[in-house]
Antibody, heavy 120, light 110 residues
Framework: QLVESGGGLVNPGGSLRLSCEASGFAFNDYCMAWIRQAPGKGLEWISYIGSGGNTIYYADSVKGRFTISRDNAKNTLYLQMNSLGVEDTAVYYC???????????????WGRGTRVIVSS | QSVLTQPPSASGTPGQRVVISCSGGSSNIGRNIVNWYQQLPGTAPKLLIYSYDQRPSGVPDRFSGSRSGTSASLAISGLQSEDEADYYCAAWDDSLTGWVFGGGTKLTVL
């Protein structure tokens, strides 16, 4: 199970930190991802982190502004979001990927999401 | 503009078979697996098909996936009203070093 939190209303240029608390599986064995969905739009992958936190990827749309991290002792995934713009308004989902040594990857399950609104 | 191209909408009547296409390129579908996700209205996405044609436990065998070259397809047979949802394809893109999704297909059961 994955439960996101930390969303809310923030001014353009502001910052927000999202959290995703995991339970029911060995969190430290699995890669994790953040995916977002703007209102009325499709899914957009934004970041991936390996099980140990050493392998990290970002979508170009958030590179340099967002930072993904994890605390395996707390079974929690994070997304630090800085320099937020109106285009970052979306529901943010965290998703469990597979173990890092696996060759094939997919997202299962997904959390319910947390809503971020960037507006003045 | 999504890297993977899906038709924005599809429809069918109960019992019919519907196919949703997903077109990509050599850096994504051409060399990496395709996964499909189903998003029922007002809910989070759910894994529907992984590794082109594999169904997670609990997914009915009415759902099937396939790939040919740089395209993939999701077929739904024996269409039911509860299949009304948005469907997304996804693949890893070696050139972008990231996951890419299709724009999504809204399936309507008439």
């Amino acid at each position: 199970q994955l439960v996101e939190s930390g969303g809310g209303l923030v001014n353009p240029g502001g910052s927000l930190r999202l959290s995703c608390e995991a339970s029911g599986f060995a969190f430290n064995d699995y890669c994790m991802a953040w995916i977002r969905q703007a209102p009325g739009k499709g899914l957009e992958w934004i970041s991936y982190i390996g099980s140990g936190g050493n392998t990290i990827y970002y979508a170009d749309s958030v590179k340099g502004r967002f930072t993904i991290s994890r605390d395996n002792a707390k079974n929690t995934l994070y997304l630090q979001m800085n320099s937020l713009g109106v285009e970052d308004t979306a529901v943010y989902y965290c998703a469990k990927d597979r173990e890092e040594w696996e060759l094939l990857h997919w997202f299962d399950p997904w959390g319910r999401g947390t809503r971020v609104i960037v507006s003045s | 503009q999504s890297v993977l191209t899906q038709p924005p909408s599809a429809s069918g009547t109960p019992g019919q078979r519907v196919v949703i296409s997903c077109s990509g390129g050599s850096s994504n579908i051409g060399r990496n697996i395709v996964n499909w996700y189903q998003q029922l209205p007002g809910t989070a996405p759910k894994l529907l098909i992984y590794s082109y044609d594999q169904r997670p436990s609990g997914v009915p065998d009415r759902f099937s996936g396939s790939r040919s070259g740089t395209s993939a397809s999701l077929a739904i047979s024996g269409l039911q009203s509860e299949d009304e949802a948005d469907y997304y394809c996804a693949a890893w893109d070696d050139s972008l070093t990231g996951w890419v999704f299709g724009g999504g297909t809204k399936l309507t059961v008439l």
